[in-house]
DNA sequence: GTGAATAGTTTCATTATTGAACTATATTAA
DNA sequence: TTAATATAGTTCAATAATGAAACTATTCAC
């Protein structure tokens, strides 16, 4: 390919991907978790799927500080979604997990995700949402190579 | 397709286009615009693509509010990358340009952009990028929609 | 010419983030 | 066994991004 088409490729290609991003955050935040931020979601649903999940964890995962963490956890904490549970073992360690109401947070914010991202999906073929996916996780293992 | 292979597709969207997002952040912090935060780097773009462009553009292409603008543009201002220029005509418009800094920095940056992303694009098919970017702009297009 | 609309700013509160210093605990090696 | 080091997490101070509401200045419409 030449250099020329490249580049246009490479403008389209951020332009597309920055409004994507843009459009499904809206979208999140009117439709999905209105009480909870884009980050919040992004950190409960990781809690909830790693299971037991450290700060450490969530930093490696999100690629932030750990002090980053301390502060996110500290406000869902103080909203009662999340519990601190040190490790009796080695006791500098802290397992989140999610309270009952950060249970149901999550169960009614990722029923409606799977609706809203369904609907949207829906628009496509199977094999085109198969080989979008293929193509991001490529990108994906490409990334972490850097 | 069955509700639960689609919504196993939607997890696996969700967290791939989560790290892709992640991972190309980081990228170009670390190679494309280390003096420049990303948000800043895409009004930047904005604005130089745009020309001649107001805060409100901004505000519409970022789909954020006006007064996140004005403190974005303040910053940039201060740190001689962009000139505010009022509108003879309608006294009401501010017209936002990049000063001779800015256009350096953002050719450099641009030229970054272009090494980074053209290396991790190489390593796709011609074909696989273009039914890429043809997917991620069909997505768009629906994401505009709702 | 007055009232409504538009462009942008100011102010205030919240959230996210980094980096450095710090506490507490565990591990290692002399 | 203890002294040095590593690990897990927190605290603190600073910067950035953001929304909402109140505001200024200007233009437009009737």
Redesign the pocket.
Known sequence: MQAKELNELIDIYTSAMNEVNRRVNILMNEQVHQE?????FA?LRYVQKKQPC????I?HE???????????????VE?GLID?QR?E????????SLTPTGEETMAEGTQRLYEVLGEILSEFSEQEIERFVQSLEKLVSILRKH
């Open positions: 909870l931020t884009s980050d919040q950190t450290t700060s450490s964890d930093a999100f690629a932030i500080g750990k002090s980053a963490v301390t502060a996110q956890i500290n406000r869902m909203r601190r490790d073992e080695d006791r500098r360690i802290v397992y989140l």
